[in-house]
C-alpha cells in the first residue's frame, strides 16, 4: 500500500471523531456502493442526498436501500440542493466518487482537466457546490482509480488538493488493495479522506486474505447470465477498434 499524509502539520493533532446523527450525501452515487459498506460496518446513519443522473442506477439504488431518491444530475443542482444545515447538530458524510472512466487504462485516458468536457472532470463540479456552500460537509470521501494521480493526472489531483486545503480540510489519500482487506480480487483503488479541521488519520491496517475465488463463484449459474460466443466476439472487436485493448 501507498500512502500520502497530506493533512499533517508542524504539530500533532487528534483523531477526528463522530458525535453526532450521520447525514450521507453521495454524489455520483451509483448503486450506492458506499452506503453499502457503511451498513456492513454497522454505522447508523441517515441517507440523506443521493446525486446520480442515470434512470437505471437510482433504480437500482431505491431497489436495494429502501429510498425514493429522484435522478439527479450534478451540473444543474446548487449547493441549496445539498440541504447541509445545522452542522453543529449533524455530521455531514459528502461522497464523491467521480467518474473514472476518462481516468482508467481500460478508457481513453481523456483526464479530468478543469473545463475539459471529460467525464472525470465533473470533479469540479464538487468545488463548485463546496464553493457555494454556506456550511461545509465535516467528512469528504473519495475513491477512484489509480490513475487519479498518475503522472498525467498529478497536477489536477493536486490542484484539488490545494482547493481543499483553501477550505480547511486535513486530506490524507492512500492506494489500497482488495485483496489486503479480504476480499479475493486483485483490485487497487486511491481512497482520500478530507475532515474539515486539523485531524491526523490513519488508513486501517491489512487483514490475512483467508478466500480464494472459488470461495465466492457460485456453483451453478443461470445459462440466461452468459453471453453468447458470437456476442463475446463482437464486444471484443468493439473494443479494439475503441483502441481500449489491443487486437
Known amino acids: 500500500m501507498e500512502f500520502e499524509q497530506l493533512g499533517l502539520f508542524d504539530e500533532e493533532y ?42 437505471f442506477a437510482i433504480k437500482s439504488y431505491n431497489s436495494i436501500h429502501g429510498t425514493n431518491f429522484p435522478t439527479m444530475d450534478v451540473t444543474k443542482i446548487t449547493a ?58 465535516q467528512i469528504l470521501l473519495l475513491e477512484n482509480v489509480i490513475q487519479v494521480h498518475s503522472e498525467k493526472n498529478l497536477p489536477d489531483f493536486e490542484e484539488w488538493i490545494q482547493f481543499l486545503r483553501s477550505k480547511g480540510y486535513s486530506n490524507y489519500y492512500g492506494d489500497l488493495n482488495a485483496k489486503d482487506f479480504g476480499v479475493p480480487q486483485n483490485r487497487d483503488r486511491c481512497f482520500m479522506v478530507s475532515m474539515l479541521g486539523k485531524y491526523d488519520f490513519q488508513f486501517p ?33 468493439q473494443l479494439i477498434r475503441d483502441g481500449k485493448i489491443e487486437g
Request: glycine share 6%; proline share 4%.
Open 14 to 55: 487528534p483523531q477526528y471523531k463522530i458525535d453526532k446523527p450521520i447525514r450521507l450525501i453521495e454524489a455520483f452515487a451509483g448503486i450506492g456502493s458506499q452506503a453499502m459498506a457503511l451498513k456492513r460496518l454497522g454505522v447508523n446513519f441517515e441517507h440523506y442526498r443521493v446525486i446520480e443522473f442515470d434512470d
Open 80 to 137: 441549496a440542493d445539498l440541504g447541509i444545515v445545522d452542522t453543529d447538530k449533524y455530521e455531514y458524510i459528502l461522497t464523491y466518487s467521480f467518474c473514472c472512466q476518462d481516468l482508467s487504462l481500460a478508457g481513453k485516458q481523456a483526464g479530468m482537466k478543469r473545463d475539459s468536457g471529460t467525464r472525470s472532470s465533473l470533479l469540479w463540479e464538487i468545488e463548485r457546490l463546496l464553493n457555494e456552500c454556506t456550511e461545509l460537509p
Open 205 to 237: 491496517k491489512t487483514i490475512p486474505l483467508e478466500k480464494v475465488i472459488n470461495d465466492v463463484l457460485e456453483e451453478e449459474v443461470p445459462e440466461k447470465f452468459f453471453i453468447r460466443n458470437e456476442k463475446a466476439q463482437l464486444l471484443i472487436d
